[in-house]
């Protein structure tokens, strides 16, 4: 049997990048083998194993092959006799195909180092083809390493893919989580570039596409001042209507926290960009709107949007949250015990809206 250190982890080892998780490979060994040394059984489709100190996931060499549409249309065949070459052929791109053994010797059949020193992202082979997350992953590799280029033959496949409809097989789940992680990289813009330049954006993300040139813009000012993937996709969207956002949400199955805010800042941007002109009344019934007394963090999540447009000088964002620090420090003490819950409601808001006035005049 024999173990090596796969994937990502060279990748980023090669890149001098932190390395955040560790994947092997074990060639020549069994199932029952990896069971009787005390790896935990953890894949359902193909053999993978957790260690069981490290709990560093080990999958036994496999060659796999598409045999229908979708994510179970793979046939796995994982046998001592597979060989790592074989495993690593099978591998998206060639910077993703490279293994380590344990002394520490590089094994890079498809120049997977070269492409890394030539900032190339390239696949390995035309398998490449059978897995249209690919697409996504690879857009998503070009938000992450913003100074490396896609292969042109890379790039002609990902468009014969989505010509042949294969971008219309993802899930929603797959879809979102690596839209997520490209907002956590250093440029996702390059996600949706890569997506429109490949054809799958407007298939994906219609609504992106619609007014493309305005949301990257208000992505990219996000990036430059929050690192917040909620406040980087609320600028995003930022220029879509409501149901544009509700229905892009519903098809990706998107998390709550990012639609809230989302939702929040393309409602009350606008109101928060006419701060002089509105009355002490205003402002307290914004504050109850976006349910800030009970949720303060919602007001600051979505100030932090707001910085993105530019169109307020920051004093004004902190008035809003100094603002709302007075009033929120007024609450049920400051009224007297003996009224009921509408009166103590009706109270609240006298006494808070005043404290606005006294700030604001
Ligand atoms: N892989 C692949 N095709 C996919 C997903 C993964 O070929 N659709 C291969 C790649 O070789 C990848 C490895 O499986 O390097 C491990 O996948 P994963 O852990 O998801 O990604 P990493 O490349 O390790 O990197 P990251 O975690 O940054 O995505």
Request: glycine share 4%; net charge positive; aromatic share 10%.
């Amino acid at each position: 049997m024999k173990i090596y250190l796969v994937g990502g982890a060279i990748r980023d080892k090669l890149l001098g990048l932190k390395v955040r998780e560790r994947d092997f490979v074990v060639v020549g060994a069994t199932v029952d083998e990896m069971l009787r040394l005390g790896f935990k059984a953890v894949g359902k489709d193909f053999p993978v194993f957790l260690h069981p100190e490290t709990y560093e996931e080990y999958a036994l060499a496999r060659t796999e092959r598409k045999v229908a549409a979708g994510y179970h249309g793979f046939v796995f065949h994982a046998e001592p006799s597979v060989t790592l070459e074989q495993d690593l052929a099978r591998r998206d791109l060639t910077i993703n195909a490279m293994a380590q053994d344990e002394d520490g010797n590089l094994i890079d059949p498809f120049n997977g180092k070269n492409d890394l020193d030539r900032k190339c992202l390239k696949h390995v082979s035309a398998a490449f083809r059978e897995d249209p997350v690919r697409i996504l992953r690879l857009a998503r590799f070009a938000a992450f390493l913003p100074e490396f280029t896609i292969d042109e033959s890379t790039f002609i496949l990902m468009q014969e893919m989505v010509k042949a409809g294969e971008v219309d097989a993802l899930v929603p789940e797959r879809v979102w989580q690596e839209t997520k992680r490209a907002l956590e990289c250093a440029k996702p813009n390059r996600f949706f570039e890569v997506l429109k330049e490949c054809g799958a954006l407007s298939i994906l993300f219609p609504s992106i596409e619609k007014r493309f040139n305005l949301a990257i813009k208000l992505l990219n000012n996000a990036v430059k001042k929050s690192k917040d993937p909620r406040v980087r996709f609320a600028a995003l969207l930022n220029n879509l209507s409501i149901s544009e956002i509700k229905g892009f949400a519903k098809k990706l199955n998107i998390p709550r926290e990012y639609l809230d805010l989302a939702l929040l800042s393309s409602t009350y941007c606008g109101f928060i960009f006419d701060e002089n002109s509105r009355s002490a009344e205003e402002i307290l019934c914004f504050f109850e709107k976006i349910d800030a007394f009970r949720r303060p963090k919602r007001l600051n999540d979505l100030l932090s949007v707001c910085v993105v447009f530019n169109k307020l000088p920051k004093e004004k964002i902190q008035n809003y949250k100094r603002l709302f620090e007075v009033v929120s420090n007024i609450n049920g003490k400051d009224v007297s015990r003996t009224k009921s819950g509408v009166e103590i409601k009706n109270e609240l808001h006298r006494l808070r809206r005043i404290a606005i006035e006294a700030k604001l005049f």
